[in-house]
């Protein structure tokens, strides 16, 4: 697997997997009817922010992540990242491979800790993963997420430091 810089040309390759995932609204806070161009504007970051694609040995996108500072300001000195994996490709460690890269990524920029503000509590592959490469839930805000199934949930706040 090949993790690269995406670009406006891997959108329509991201699309179709992004929309699936937030129109479940299981994962993430974005609203779950965003249309095509608002889901390019908030995943397709400009520079010194980063977007990248993780492509199989065919040339398939199979995953993305995107990585920022995850406050402006005398904040900005912490790292965060999303990430999205193509669930016709999920249990093949694509997410794995791409938290691994956004950690380094962070690391060489020079950024002193990662955070992630909202992780889903019922996302339990996401939690177990995060768990697995160093991250801690600092804390919880209850019910923070209306999940479609499972009603008022917990958002966790993860850290790590680099």
């Known amino acids: 697997m090949l993790i690269r810089e995406a670009n406006t040309g891997d959108w329509p390759a991201i ?17 779950v009817d965003l249309s095509e161009e608002q889901g390019r504007d908030r995943w397709l970051l400009p520079a010194p922010n980063r977007t990248v694609v993780a492509v199989d040995d065919a040339g398939t996108v199979v995953g993305t992540a995107k990585m920022n500072n995850n406050q ?15 669930p016709a490709h999920s249990g093949r460690g694509v997410g794995r491979a791409l938290c691994e890269y956004t950690v380094e990524w962070a690391r060489a920029a020079g950024f002193r800790a990662m955070q992630f503000n909202a992780v889903v509590e019922t996302n339990v592959h996401a939690v177990k993963l995060y768990r697995s490469l ?15 199934t499972e009603g008022y949930v917990g958002l966790y706040v993860m850290y790590r430091a680099l």
Not at 20 to 29: N, P, R, S, V
Not at 72 to 86: E, K, P, Q, R
């Open 15 to 31: 699309w179709p997997f992004f929309q699936e995932i937030m129109a479940a609204g299981e994962t993430f806070t974005y609203p």
């Open 72 to 86: 402006l300001g005398n904040g900005s000195h912490i790292a965060s990242a999303s990430y999205l994996v193509d």
């Open 134 to 148: 160093g991250f801690e839930v600092l804390g919880t805000v209850p019910e923070g997420f209306r999940h479609p």
